[in-house]
């Protein structure tokens, strides 16, 4: 009995720290700054366990029972502790009230099991015996938690797995207890009945687990996250480490405000400097106001009319402070209209008549986006331009997708545009490509709007060159019927990822 | 702006996310929908043979009786030759025959047809018609737009989805052997041609030679077995081809029915298919439009016969009852066969077999979806009792994803008459279950993410090609006038195609224009 009672030490010690270290590495991924995340959590957590130690001493009979209910609560508590935090932090506020109250009550439930098994066990040992073996095997199960956590059990089971485990672990203490403690315990069979239910729940949680994860936001951010929000269509998160602001739309990293100038300016002003009296400009995607922001730049533009799928976006980048000043409150200026639709259907009820057009999808990462990067799409904006028109296309990494960029210039080309293909470099992305679309060959223009940071009319001419890593590769014209760009675009970045 | 590669702990927390207790949280409206089919009030006035009789006459030099693709195909090409003295009596108030059509605030979806190969080289009609349609575009370029989108089809099997419908996943050697002596086989039939010139097989089928008219007179099977085809998943594959144009499993059709489907497609590989979110019941609008008023939905035509030098049409109003009486130079009866056998008085629909089908159309979340190939157009399930599930937003150039409708099909084999008859039994409920239950081993979650399911009984879906009967002497009586009166229809092919409808509609409008002129 005595080996059996230290036995479900060691495992009740490994439980605990197992829970720490998940909500520590939860609180540090979700929300960055590690340091502070791990030692917020340990220092809680450890004094949680002082508050659960004394308490202790507040149970007086039914040592036996009450040491069998704790573990049924760490068990279920610890248990769902991962998959509470996660569910917190993706659909509800308040995620560091949750994880400190978590921690907290987790710490002293677990705070109470030493002192209690210790007083299970007054009366079979020594208590210099006592004491150096129930410290012994608590400090051998800490050292356990700690080694297998990072190496076998995260990469293994994943966060959310193992606390499930572990939970299940900590009932299965409890229903040993309830075994070899049965002549000190007159309510077994409430208690049996209680085991049954944590394990029902746990186990149903581990089972549902890979549910969780499908359902789950599956993108955790580096840098502290002062934004987010699920609209409709997307995911948006903003993260923030000193003046470094970064956007996620689901998971993908759109821009950061380090280096978004460099994109935005070579997005834009080649195609719009070279036309020669631009009044109307249609920007296709960009609900972040960026493009907008340059288009608005050059004075000759009278009229902006920016499409984007999802009227969250939009709003938050009209709204929000600190977005609208990324964006010089370019969606609240009366030269942009902005629309909230879908591109390709908007573009075929639309009259048309653009100078210039702007076209910032996301990446063909699917077939639906595919579409939006077609011979058709680009066809129908051919005959939505007015006489002399240029658009200026977002295409990839041509160092990355060397296929996928150069698909997507084919297809221009296809469609009746006269291309010129071009590059920059954004640190955050990398050498990013960019397509303008002309009627006649393209020019660079020899005057660029006042206040740019990154284009000169003097180093212009050299975005256009490639060098040999990056220079055209054959590729198939994008096809609605055939989406070569997406299966292109797959197996390049699965490359890259890799 | 582009995204980025994602971000490395991602991987690292790999399963660990957290979020289906909320999906699930989300209340859901229940399931609702209806069950659906031809009218069979109007069919059965039909069956009832009494009706009263309209003491007045009226004068329509050409009357067409049905509005699916053939009647409509006759009227487009009537009007085409310049001649608009006609009328289109229907029985159902919208027509289109089986490419009948719906629309919800979700998409338009088809409840029959939903698609065309690419015509071949045979079809110069209906690439007439495509023509005009803008769907085939001056350079002889079919307008991408109406051409399925990649990606076009998949296969459920083994747990996942695997890109194309031949099921190619762990296939021993054996198959794959037979694999690449079918698609020999299937390769020299494409380019082969008749002593008579003809090709093997066209479409139109009466353009193939009668060369291999011997395979009519035996069951695929049988053929698949003579030639050592015993491939599990090969004959799966045939079969699974069979049931989806023709309603019949391998046993029931004939040799060369079954391998028409293969051989009479487009030159050379040419496997592409044009295809609407509505189905067929787009070519069956346009020529609708094209028909303008001449159309009458709700006619309930009673009898059609030959008098002296022209015909008289008997029909009722369906919605007031009211009768009316035509008499016409010339009649094209556009109806199926067994229709016809009730509307002219001689005509026999002896031989003539029609398979039943089932069609749902659920509207719904995407589900979950599993592992391998994405969603495509066509989603298959193998050894799945029906035929799968088609998207009706596949063609859909939004982005906006999070609603759509799935047709799902399902040839009701195993002898045509008992099933029908069982079919006339099942109500919604039946209907909903047989559906969900089969797609279900692919999307677990199917059932709580369909917010309607409505349902299509056809009880003569489509006419069967049994052994015998492509090149039996029935299918030729049909194809004969009698008197003033002309037929159109696909089951003068034998084959539910739209391309056959279409073909012997205008084969038809030929005939009574080359006697009026």
Not at chain 2, 44 to 55: D, Q, T, W
Request: with cysteine; aromatic share 10%; proline share 5%.
């Amino acid at each position: 009995m005595t080996h059996a009672l230290l036995a479900s030490l060691f495992v009740v010690a490994t439980c605990g720290l197992v829970y720490e270290l998940v909500a520590g590495a939860l609180a540090s991924y979700l929300l960055g700054d590690t340091v502070l995340q791990f030692s917020t959590v340990i220092g809680a957590y450890l004094f949680a366990m002082g508050v659960g130690s004394w308490l202790s001493k507040f149970v007086g009979r039914g040592l036996a029972s009450r040491f069998v209910q704790i573990e049924i609560l760490v068990g279920l508590v610890g248990g769902w502790s991962a998959a509470l935090l996660f569910l917190t932090f993706t659909y509800a506020a308040g995620f560091r009230l949750v994880l400190y109250l978590l921690v907290l009550l987790v710490g002293t439930l677990v705070g109470m099991e030493i002192p209690l098994l210790m007083r299970l066990l007054k009366g079979k040992l020594e208590f210099k015996d006592l004491v150096s073996q129930v410290l012994t095997v608590d400090y051998l199960g800490a050292l356990g938690a700690s080694i297998l956590f990072p190496l076998l059990l995260v990469p293994h089971l994943g966060l959310l797995n193992t606390a499930f485990v572990f939970g299940l672990l900590n009932v299965g203490v409890a229903a040993l207890a309830l075994r070899i403690l049965r002549d000190e315990i007159p309510d077994a069979a409430r208690l049996k009945a209680g085991c049954a239910a944590a394990a029902a729940l746990l186990a149903a949680g581990l089972a549902g687990s890979r549910v969780i994860a499908d359902h789950a936001e599956g993108s955790l951010y580096a840098d502290e996250v002062v934004f987010a929000k699920t609209t409709a269509y997307q995911r948006i998160v903003l993260t923030r480490w000193k003046d470094d602001w970064r956007l996620f739309l689901n998971g993908h990293l759109q821009f950061s405000t380090m280096d978004e100038y460099r994109y935005h300016e070579a997005l834009v002003h080649p195609a719009l400097s070279a036309h020669p009296r631009p009044r109307r400009v249609l920007i296709l995607g960009g609900g972040d106001g960026l493009a907008a922001r340059e288009v608005l730049r050059d004075p000759r533009v009278k009229e902006v009319t920016l499409v984007d799928l999802d009227p969250g976006m939009t709003g938050l980048f009209a709204s929000h402070p600190e977005l609208s000043r990324l964006n010089g409150g370019a969606l609240r200026d009366p030269r942009v209209s902005v629309v909230n639709a879908d591109a390709f259907k908007w573009l075929e009820s639309s009259l048309g008549g653009f100078d210039a057009a702007i076209v910032d999808f996301p990446d063909p990462s699917n077939f639906s986006v595919g579409k939006l990067f077609s011979a058709p799409f680009y066809r129908l904006l051919k005959r939505r331009m007015a006489k002399g028109g240029l658009i200026s296309v977002q295409a990839t990494s041509p160092l990355f997708a060397r296929r996928s960029f150069w698909c997507i210039e084919k297809t221009m080309a296809d469609a009746g545009w006269t291309t010129a293909p071009y590059h920059a470099y954004v640190p955050s992305f990398g050498e990013w490509g960019f397509v303008i679309g002309a009627e006649k060959p393209y020019r660079a223009p020899l005057r660029l709007p006042e206040g740019l940071r990154y284009l000169t009319t003097a180093t212009l001419p050299s975005l256009f060159e490639f060098p040999a890593d990056m220079s055209r590769v054959d590729a198939e014209v994008n096809r609605l019927d055939t989406q070569a760009l997406v299966r292109y675009y797959e197996a390049e970045w699965e490359k890259v990822v890799q | 702006m582009g995204e980025s590669r994602p971000i490395s702990r991602r991987e690292f927390l790999g399963a660990g996310l957290a979020a289906a207790a909320l999906a699930a949280c989300a209340r859901r409206p229940p399931l609702t929908g209806s069950l659906l089919g031809p009218s069979r009030e109007r069919g059965h006035l039909l069956r009832s043979g009494r009706f009263p009789v309209a003491a007045r006459e009226e004068k329509v030099p050409v009357v067409i009786v049905g509005g699916g693709a053939a009647g409509l195909s006759a009227a487009w090409e009537l009007r085409r030759a310049g001649f608009d003295d006609f009328e289109l009596l229907e029985l159902e108030d919208r027509a289109g025959g089986n490419a009948a059509w719906g629309r919800n605030e979700v998409s338009a979806y088809p409840w029959g047809a939903h698609y065309l190969p690419v015509p071949g080289p045979h079809a110069t009609e209906l690439k007439v018609l495509l023509r005009e349609l803008g769907v085939l575009t001056g350079a002889d370029r079919w307008d991408e737009r109406f051409l399925c989108h990649a990606p076009e089809e998949r296969l459920f099997i083994h747990g996942r989805w695997q890109d194309g419908l031949f099921p190619s996943d762990a296939m021993s050697a054996e198959d794959r052997r037979q694999k690449e002596r079918w698609d020999a086989r299937v390769r020299a039939l494409r380019a082969g041609r008749g002593k008579d010139g003809k090709p093997l097989f066209a479409i139109p089928m009466e353009r193939s030679s009668s060369e291999l008219a011997a395979l009519d007179g035996l069951s695929m099977k049988a053929w698949l077995d003579r030639e050592g085809f015993t491939s599990e998943r090969l004959l799966w594959y045939l079969d699974y081809a069979t049931r989806d144009d023709y309603g019949g499993t391998l046993d029931e059709v004939s040799a060369w029915a079954g391998l028409h489907y293969f051989a009479a497609r487009a030159e050379g590989d040419d496997d592409r298919v044009l295809t609407w979110p509505e189905g067929n019941g787009w070519l069956v609008e346009r020529l609708l439009e094209r028909a303008g008023d001449r159309v009458r939905g709700g006619s309930v035509v009673m009898r059609v016969a030959p008098d002296g030098a022209g015909a008289v049409v008997d029909a009722l109003d369906a919605a007031s009852g009211a009768p009316r009486r035509l008499r016409a130079r010339q009649v094209i009866v556009a109806t199926p066969r067994f229709v016809a056998a009730r509307l002219v008085p001689g005509v026999s629909a002896e031989g003539f077999e029609y398979a039943p089908w089932l069609t749902c159309n659920l509207t719904l979340e995407p589900p979950r979806d599993g592992r391998g190939a994405p969603p495509s157009w066509d989603n298959v399930l193998y050894k799945g009792e029906g035929l799968g599930y088609v998207d009706a937003r596949h063609q859909d150039l939004s982005l906006d994803r999070r609603r759509t409708v799935w047709t799902y099909y399902r040839p009701l084999t195993g002898g045509p008459d008992a099933r029908r008859r069982e079919a006339f039994g099942w109500d919604w409920e039946k209907c909903r279950d047989l559906c969900l239950d089969d797609l279900s081993r692919a999307h677990p979650d199917l059932r709580e993410r369909t917010t309607r399911l409505d349902a299509w009984l056809w009880g003569h879906g489509m006419v069967l090609p049994r052994p015998g009967f492509l090149f039996g002497a029935r299918r030729r009586a049909a194809l004969a006038p009698r008197g003033a009166v002309h037929f159109a229809h696909s089951d003068q092919s034998g084959l539910s195609l739209f391309e056959e409808a279409h073909y012997r509609g205008v084969m038809a409008a030929r005939a009574v224009l080359s006697v009026l002129s």
